[in-house]
């Protein structure tokens, strides 16, 4: 029997490994995917200027509309400044930190290595963790707890894999938008974790909360389910409806205001159909298929149509360092983003709720008592982000308690049983 089981091989995963390993543990990591975690761009971080731990915190309760667990999220801000001094994110040449302002935060506050933090992490924590991780292709579908261990079946399409048992358990499956037609996620993210909890007595919280990315890309086809960063409304990006007219005035407001904008613009009619766009419609079509449009519920609506999200406002200098990777994916359809707009629609990219947790990690009941040995961070949890996450924040929140599940299932995992 191993100590400590992982299961889930995204960034709240790898660092419970880390932090399990380190303790001196054996770890067994469980995954049948590499979820969302290689596509975290940025985190945050308050290092900047006029930034604070305290301005963090009230940032983050305030995008979260009073649904927060305060003490979740003390623990997410006081933590994540240690992070400054374990990851080299990148600066300028004066020195100061590389940022960039995500929608809802007060000041700039995201930090990166090279735009792609998550894949940085991922790759620097498997490197330093090989050999020492039993890795198991797979997926669990069911936990179960009895005698002082887990037991976790795992099934895998290409051969059979024995149930691996272990004293503790942190759950790291990530939330459940795969299961949407039209998301920015990979369909293994199904909230199978929540289920694995629930079987077990764990309490659940918010599930009813998903925060949809406002600028996932419709079309080209190729793109399709790819997000654009919301970031270049800072810079001069705007949106347009299907007359061409600017919408959304206040381009401070959060993610979740953002697409509730757009949804509102697509259900009135003056959506773009993704049908033919951009190539038949041109920059701004005046025909369109205004039956694929202003008909369906808003939250339907962007599988068919979308909106311009046109950065052509954005300082070419600009497009080309900071958002270099967008200007090449699209260059890569034969769209120049200098020059044309991109056809975006709202679609569900983080799920809010979760397995309730207490700052340590420990997996809630529904009477706050923890259920002894299972552990639970990253995305398969609630309570940090309330009912709208401050973009940036996932990522805080996989390095920060995805550590914390790892110490406190070490600990556990080494009581004597
Ligand atoms: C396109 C995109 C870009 C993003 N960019 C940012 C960003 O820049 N900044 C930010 O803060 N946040 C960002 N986010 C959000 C962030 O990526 C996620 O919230 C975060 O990666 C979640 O990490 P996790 O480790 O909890 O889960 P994931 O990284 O999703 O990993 C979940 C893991 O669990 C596995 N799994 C699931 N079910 C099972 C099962 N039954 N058995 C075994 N394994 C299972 C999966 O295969 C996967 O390995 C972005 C999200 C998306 C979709």
Not at 176 to 184: H, I
Request: charged fraction near 20%.
């Amino acid at each position: 029997m191993i100590d400590v089981l992982v299961i889930g091989g995204g960034l709240a995963g790898w660092r419970a490994a880390e932090a399990a390993v380190a303790a001196g543990c054996s770890v067994a990591m469980v995954a049948n995917g590499s979820g969302n975690s290689p596509d975290i761009h940025a985190l945050n971080v308050p290092v900047g200027p006029g930034d604070s731990v305290e301005l963090f915190v009230e940032d983050t309760l305030k995008s979260g509309g009073g649904a927060c667990d305060p003490a979740l999220v003390e623990v997410l801000c006081r933590e994540s400044v240690k992070l400054a001094e374990e990851f080299p994110f990148d600066r300028n040449a004066d020195g100061s930190y590389k940022m960039i302002q995500p929608l809802g935060c007060s000041v700039p506050r995201c930090v990166s290595i090279d735009h792609k933090i998550g894949a940085w992490a991922l790759a620097r924590i498997k490197r330093a963790l090989k050999g020492k991780v039993e890795l198991v292709q797979g997926r669990v579908t069911a936990l179960e707890a009895g005698g002082s261990q887990f037991t976790a079946t795992v099934s895998d399409a290409q051969e059979r894999v024995p149930p691996v048992m272990a004293r503790a358990v942190v759950l790291a499956t990530g939330g459940w938008c795969g299961k949407y037609d039209f998301s920015d996620n990979p369909p293994e993210l199904r909230g199978d974790g929540i289920a694995l909890a629930q079987s077990l007595g764990a309490a659940v919280r918010d599930l009813d909360a998903v925060q949809y990315e406002p600028t996932v890309a419709l079309a080209p086809a190729r793109l399709r389910g790819i997000p654009v960063i919301t970031t270049m409304l800072y810079e001069g990006a705007t949106f347009r409806n299907r007359s061409g007219e600017e919408f959304l005035p206040d381009k401070h407001a959060n993610k979740d205001a953002i697409s509730q904008a757009i949804s509102a613009e697509i259900e009135a009619g003056r959506g773009v159909p993704a049908r033919g766009a951009p190539e038949t419609c041109g920059g701004m079509p005046a025909r369109g298929a205004p039956e694929t449009c202003g008909e369906e519920p808003a939250r339907g609506a962007p599988e068919t149509c979308g909106v311009w999200y046109d950065a052509t406002g954005v300082p070419r200098e600009i497009l080309e360092t900071r958002y270099a990777d967008t200007v090449r994916r699209y260059a890569a359809c034969g769209i120049d983003i200098t020059r044309e707009p991109m056809l975006v629609a709202p679609a569900p990219h983080t799920s809010l709720g979760g397995v309730a947790i207490d700052a340590r990690c420990r997996v809630l009941r529904a009477d706050g008592t923890p259920i002894p040995g299972l552990f639970a961070a990253g995305e398969v949890t609630g309570g940090v982000h309330g009912r709208n996450r401050l973009g940036g924040n996932a990522g805080t929140e996989v390095l920060v308690f995805g550590k914390i599940a790892g110490e406190s299932a070490a600990q556990y995992a080494n009581l004597p049983q």
